[in-house]
Structure formats: C-alpha cells, structure tokens
C-alpha cells in the first residue's frame, strides 16, 4: 500500500513538471512569435489601450467639423466608416474608406482623417503598437 502512495506520488509530482515545462515552453513560444510580429510592424486591431485622438472625442468631433467642406445644397445624410491605422509615434496613414454611401463624402472624410494630428499610440502590456482603427462620421444636412 506505501509502495503504491509513493509511486502515485513520484507520477503525480512528474505529471506537474510535465504541465509546468509544457506551459513555459509555450509561453516563450509566444513571446518570441510576439516579437517576430512586432519586428515586421504588424498592425493590431485590439489592444489593452486603444489609440485615442488628442484632446479627446469632443476635440476630434471639433475638429472634423471644422475642417469638413459640405457642397452647396447638400440634401444626403449618412455615414462614412474610415479605416485607417495609429503607428507607433501616433501618425495616422493607410486611410481609406471601409465603408461608404457617396463618393463626395466618402473622399471628403479620408481627406480629413489624413489631415489628422498625431494621435495618442496604442498600448499593449506597456509597449506603443501599429493598431488598425475605424472612425465613422456621420454627414448631416
């Protein structure tokens, strides 16, 4: 019965270092996979911190306003979803439109999200990333 309990015991201490290396090898795996990625300057879609404009949602939308050239006797409304990305110093670039309803306004607004300022980088476990962002703008009459 103690032979028994001690080889139960010598298994079950070996099936936990299995398990331990097993989940540390993977981990460094996935480090190393990481930083293959970030070396290539992938571009995230999903971050811990997402990029955020600077001065915030109101100083964008201020900003949009401003800077938006509606034609005489504009009679459409909709939205336009613009995709573009955040890089790591903040610059917006690969600005297109993902998502449209009129050619005008579809140009109108990746022309002023090209004129954007840098934004605040997004973040992951502490480090600035190249993260995809959609914006939608909505065009009022």
């Known amino acids: 019965m103690i032979k028994l309990e001690n080889r139960l015991r010598v298994i079950k201490g070996a099936f936990l270092t299995f398990i331990f290396l097993l989940n540390f090898f993977s981990v460094a795996i996935y480090a190393q996979e990481s930083d293959k990625k970030e070396a290539k300057g992938d571009v995230l879609t999903f971050v811990e911190k997402m990029p955020q404009y600077t001065g915030g949602e109101a100083a964008m ?26 890089r790591k110093n903040g610059e917006v670039t690969d600005v297109s439109v993902l998502k449209g309803f009129d050619e005008y306004y579809d140009n109108e607004c990746a022309r002023i999200v090209r004129m954007m300022p840098n934004w605040v980088p997004g973040e992951q476990n502490g480090k600035k990333m190249n993260v995809q962002f959609v914006l939608p703008i909505k065009i009022s009459k």
Do not use: L, Q, S
């Open 61 to 86: 939308g201020k900003f949009i306003n401003d800077n938006i050239r509606y034609p005489k006797g504009n009679t459409k409304e909709g939205r336009v979803f613009v995709t573009f990305v955040v």
